[in-house]
């Protein structure tokens, strides 16, 4: 792989001082180094001119389902619970022909808005309708991006005290044994790798409590991490403390489902203890500020999880509850959210920016390979542009976090070039879109017969 130099670019590199006038050398998909003023000379080097442009590492999407880009729009006021119930039917009837087109346009969308890793969870498996795992295992080779995607699961319906309906639950024995062929197929724990895998049964209302068990059994066994939903409304806590007898993170800790090789999604309703819980033991949180508000879940404590020293990072979380949310998107939210209940201190841009690059990372247990811009690292970067209009705010970093994305003028995985002037490089640009568009349409076909 030839030698790639950034140059005359802003670069915040999330560890250590930022440096106005800068450049990267990039090597063998790693960052070789990084400083002031001009590059040095390499014989036979690319040279990327980033004049106007802010460098940052590429964001980290810790949560996701990228099924949900083919039910867009729909329940569009409806709470949790209820959009859930109304979904889980539709849901039902998808296939991996969906899911590939599916996860095709959300990973574009993603790479389009910065991000350069994604997770995503997937835990609805309908019998016979192909393998929906490989199908988005597929999507993210195809556009190009770092991935890991989590099996999820549901055992526990309605007739079990659950919230989906029965039909789409699976057995105990069949999702473990499933789980572990797809660790062992598809799990690559190398520095650079582009897939990992994680364990994730979905939620507390939709899991028993022997799968919880089972589960983080699996996972410590394979040395993969654990991910599920967690306290995201206070329907959920309800339910806890009437079916479990305690909150949702008391539930948690009692399953051994507490540690610095897990993280949740949401963590909307924390109590103070819970917080100490989450600093103490490493447990991470992935914040979805967009989808929590259009579902009316609340906000969650980020200021207050980051001042105790919780892991905490950012999640687009499915486009059917954040209709076409960028990550970039994510960092502005979740920003202008914790001013909104504690202030104009409460978070910061560059707190955001972290959250949305080394809190990912963290997250996922990749801090040491990526989230920051740092020699030896991977070279997953951002070059984004902040001339133009952009150029009225003086702080580029201001300008990322505090307005709209801006536009990519390249985005590397690995030193790769995946967008390049707002365009993906990867796959034809205008397919992802349609890809998306065909995956709905045939969902809704499928579900109206």
């Known amino acids: 792989m030839s030698t790639l130099i950034i140059e005359n670019a802003y670069i915040a590199p999330v560890v250590g001082d930022e440096i106005p006038h800068g450049h990267l050398v990039i090597e063998g998909g790693r960052i070789r180094s990084l400083g002031a003023g001009p590059a040095p000379t390499v014989v036979g080097a690319q040279r990327l001119s980033a004049t106007g442009c802010l460098v940052t590492p590429g964001l980290v999407n810790t949560h996701h389902h990228l099924y949900q880009w083919a039910t867009q729009g729909l329940f569009q006021d409806a709470t949790l619970f209820e959009w859930l119930t109304g979904l889980y039917r539709i849901w039902a009837r998808m296939d991996a022909d969906v899911v590939y087109g599916a996860a095709t346009a959300a990973l574009s969308w993603l790479a389009l808005t910065g991000c350069t890793t994604s997770s995503d969870h997937h835990y609805l498996f309908p019998k016979g309708r192909g393998d929906l795992f490989a199908a988005e295992v597929r999507?993210?080779?195809?556009?190009?991006?770092?991935?890991?995607?989590?099996?999820?699961?549901?055992?526990?319906?309605?007739?079990?005290?659950?919230?989906p309906p029965d039909e789409v639950v699976e057995n105990?024995?069949?999702?473990?044994?499933?789980?572990?062929?797809?660790?062992?197929?598809?799990?690559?724990?190398?520095?650079?790798s582009m897939l990992r895998v994680a364990v994730a049964p979905c939620s507390p209302f939709s899991v028993t409590e022997g799968l919880m068990l089972d589960a983080a059994a699996l996972a410590r066994t394979k040395g993969v991490r654990l991910h599920t939903h967690l306290a995201e409304t206070l329907d959920e806590e309800q339910h806890c403390r009437e079916q479990m007898g305690?909150?949702?993170?008391?539930?948690?800790?009692?399953?051994?489902?507490?540690?610095?090789?897990?993280?949740?999604?949401?963590?909307v309703h924390l109590h103070d203890a819970d917080i100490r819980r989450f600093a103490e033991t490493g447990t991470?949180?992935?914040?979805?500020?967009?989808?929590?508000?259009?579902?009316?879940?609340?906000?969650?404590?980020?200021?207050?999880?980051?001042?105790?020293?919780a892991p905490v990072g950012l999640g687009v979380d499915g486009a059917a509850s954040s209709e076409l949310t960028s990550l970039a998107g994510e960092m502005r939210q979740?920003?202008?959210?914790?001013?909104?209940?504690?202030?104009?201190?409460?978070?910061?841009?560059?707190?955001?920016?972290?959250?949305?690059?080394?809190g990912g990372a963290r997250n996922l247990g990749r801090q040491h390979e990526i989230g920051s811009l740092e020699p030896g690292k991977l070279a997953d970067i951002a070059v984004w542009r902040v001339d133009g209009f952009r150029a009225a705010v003086e702080d580029p970093v201001c300008a990322l976090v505090f307005g709209p994305t801006p536009p990519l003028a390249r985005l590397l995985v690995g030193g790769r070039t995946v967008v390049e002037n707002d365009e993906l490089r990867t796959l034809p640009h205008d397919m992802v879109g349609q890809a998306g568009v065909l995956a709905r349409q045939r969902l809704l076909r499928q579900q109206s017969r």
């Open 139 to 163: 999507a993210a080779q195809e556009v190009g991006l770092r991935f890991h995607p989590c099996r999820g699961s549901m055992d526990r319906g309605r007739s079990d005290g659950g919230l």
């Open 172 to 192: 105990r024995d069949d999702i473990l044994a499933s789980t572990a062929e797809l660790i062992d197929t598809y799990h690559d724990p190398s520095f650079d």
């Open 246 to 267: 305690c909150s949702p993170v008391e539930y948690m800790a009692k399953l051994g489902w507490l540690g610095d090789d897990v993280w949740f999604a949401h963590a």
């Open 284 to 309: 991470g949180t992935a914040h979805c500020p967009s989808s929590n508000a259009r579902l009316g879940a609340g906000i969650a404590r980020v200021s207050e999880l980051l001042a105790a020293g």
């Open 334 to 358: 979740a920003m202008l959210f914790q001013r909104a209940v504690h202030g104009p201190t409460a978070l910061t841009a560059r707190q955001a920016l972290e959250l949305g690059t080394l």
